[in-house]
């Protein structure tokens, strides 16, 4: 997976406030938790799922262009491919059967 931050880059000294119960010394220590690594690992999740986010409503309109263009015209190759052939109906009438050559 492709890293949304350098990974080795120094760290820098930060005050966060975080709920005492889930700080608790005995807890934390008795789940051997690395808070710092922890709060990275999190931190780098949602960063990762907002820049996503944001992709897809910066992309919304492109995104829907190209599914309405797919629906009505295909992709390139539909139906050229032997290794999973497309299935058509009409009506209760199978045109296909993907068994008929079992």
């Known amino acids: ?14 005050n966060v406030s975080i709920n005492s119960d889930l700080l608790e010394l005995k807890k934390a220590r008795s789940l051997s938790l ?4 922890t709060l990275e690992i999190a931190l780098a999740a949602q960063v990762r799922a907002e820049q ?7 992309n919304a309109d492109a995104i829907q262009a190209y599914n309405q263009y797919v629906e009505e015209n295909d992709t390139f190759g539909d139906g050229e491919s032997t ?10 009438e199978r ?3 993907p068994l008929q050559s079992l």
């Open 1 to 14: 997976m492709h890293q949304i931050y350098v990974t080795r880059a120094p760290r820098k000294p930060t």
């Open 83 to 92: 290794l999973c052939p497309k299935i058509s109906y009409i009506g209760t």
């Open 34 to 37: 690395d808070l710092f690594a």
């Open 52 to 58: 996503r986010a944001q992709w897809q409503r910066e």
């Open 95 to 97: 045109l296909f059967s």
